[in-house]
């Protein structure tokens, strides 16, 4: 085996990812989780020890600046010296609008409301997120939504969405790469009207 580096890992900081998901998912019951959360933290610990070999920064900078933007982005939860607040917000939609705004002042940088979306993410979780941040900012989401007819339980969508990519395959088309697509054009139809991260 080569020497270990960032790139090299990733592959297996995203497996990971996905089998701690899988047993959440299937149920798999603590213990597995455990271990399964367990090989998540061997690949933050891997990555911070090639970057403390750089010199670049250690794990315990890694704890330090998590502690400081959940205190940072949570100022309904925390106060800026990391006690909790004596009264916390009444509504969801309360602790999201702080939570944007607070984002926001962190990267003014972002000039779009799609800015940030990682464009590694699997079609289906990047379409959920680009849909949520255009709800968000006020932007048309029905794209489609008139012309499909969305089954009641997730069981039923699971096996309506996987007959959609059988026949896509048969077809000899890629549903993955149709989807991004789709969405390519759907941020593109969106630019005129985005006003930007959400506020």
Do not use: C
């Amino acid at each position: 085996m080569g020497a270990l580096t960032h790139e090299s890992l990733v592959e297996y900081l995203l497996e990971e990812a996905y089998e701690v998901a899988e047993t959440i998912e299937a149920a798999g019951g603590d213990a597995e989780l455990q271990s399964e959360l367990g090989d998540v933290l061997l690949q933050v610990v891997l990555h911070a020890r090639l970057a403390e070999e750089r010199g670049a920064f250690d794990l315990d900078d890694v704890a330090r600046g998590l502690t400081a933007k959940m205190i940072r982005r949570n100022p309904h939860v925390f106060r800026s010296d990391g006690s909790l607040q004596d009264t916390f917000p009444a509504t969801v939609e309360e602790i999201v609008l702080t939570w944007d705004a607070v984002k926001k002042a962190e990267n003014p940088d972002r000039s779009h409301v799609f800015d940030g979306v990682p464009a590694a993410l699997p079609a289906l979780a990047r379409a959920q997120k680009i849909l949520d941040r255009a709800e968000r900012a006020s932007l048309a989401t029905d794209v489609g939504a008139a012309a499909v007819n969305v089954p009641a339980t997730e069981e039923e969508l699971g096996d309506m969405l996987f007959g959609i990519v059988a026949g896509a395959r048969a077809a000899g088309l890629d549903a993955e790469r149709a989807l991004r697509g789709a969405l390519r054009r759907f941020q593109e139809g969106q630019d005129g009207q985005a006003p930007g991260p959400p506020a």
